[in-house]
């Protein structure tokens, strides 16, 4: 219920402020004009809405296999998505050594999981069903549509911010300085709203554990999961990270802060066996975490939670 709270209250944050915008800024830039850049921003974010499940499928080379050629990927999908309600998305495997897996489709209709060719050989089938169960809960929950609905916001900002401080000079010279203090706010407010959609990326992600938990799947295994993740991403080369800079808000974590992430999980592997049992979650549960402003900082700046956190967020879900 906290969750969702917060997830209503940044939705009317965020909408709160495109409202004041489109009130202050259309009057003072010319109502013509500002729709104008409203409308060429909608018409990207459907461009991309549309075509953004092809580029994801061509960056990380998918794969769409049958049920013939994966029968126990296709089987732990189709139950998980049963019990979530929605249609079995399609499977598919990615041909890259990175371990993770991700979902993505425009609707319900047109969902897909996929996992890479990494992630099959390092998690046992509870750890990665719990994973599966993540990435339908994203499916089940429509995340993807409402973060590409809302990143319109800060672009819409950012052009307007492009348009009175980089672009049109005799335009700029005729405002004067309102003209050059509307950039300034629609700059700012860019920052504040960017930083605002990072956020709701982040609380995708519990809501994303949680639906995992509510499929069945023990919150030990998807701690266990991730932790195998941070260390496997730890041990892939940087040119395979680099290539899936762009794409890491859909993955189950971070790969570019998988070093970082490995000093803090230490401290959950009690018997240092390289997996989290539920004794170990349980443990964790009554310890308290305190982040360095560094971490704090780079969570801030992240589409995914700060590791120690959201295993600490899973441990809640213990018996």
Known sequence: MSL????????????????????????AMGINNFYFYLGISLLLMFVQYMIG???VEWSMRVKYVSAEEAPDLHQMIAELA???????????????????????GNSLKSGRVCVTRGIMG???KEELKAVLGHEISHLKNRDVLTITILSVIP???????????WYGGDRRREGGANTALIGIVA???????????????RIREYFADKGSMELGNKSSALASALYKL???????????LRSVEGLKAFFVNDPSRA??????????DLDKSGTIDMNELRAFREKSIKLSFGDKLMEILSTHPNMLKRIKHLSTYTL
Do not use: C
């Not at 700059?187 to 990326?201: K, Q, R």
């Open 4 to 27: 969702k709270i917060r997830m209503y209250l940044l939705l009317a944050v965020l909408f709160g402020i495109i409202y004041a915008i489109i009130t202050v800024l259309g009057t």
């Open 53 to 55: 499940p092809k580029i």
């Open 82 to 104: 049963q019990k979530a309600g929605i249609p079995k998305p399609k499977v598919g495997i990615s041909e890259t050594a990175l371990p993770n897996a991700f979902a993505f």
């Open 122 to 124: 390092l998690l046992n």
């Open 155 to 165: 672009m819409i900002l950012y052009r307007i911010a492009w348009h009175t401080l």
């Open 187 to 201: 700059f700012v407010f860019y920052f504040i709203t960017n930083l605002l959609i990072l956020y709701a990326s």
């Open 230 to 240: 941070v260390y496997g991403s730890a041990r892939t080369d940087k040119e395979s």
């Open 259 to 268: 070093m970082s992430e490995i000093r803090e999980l230490s401290q959950i």
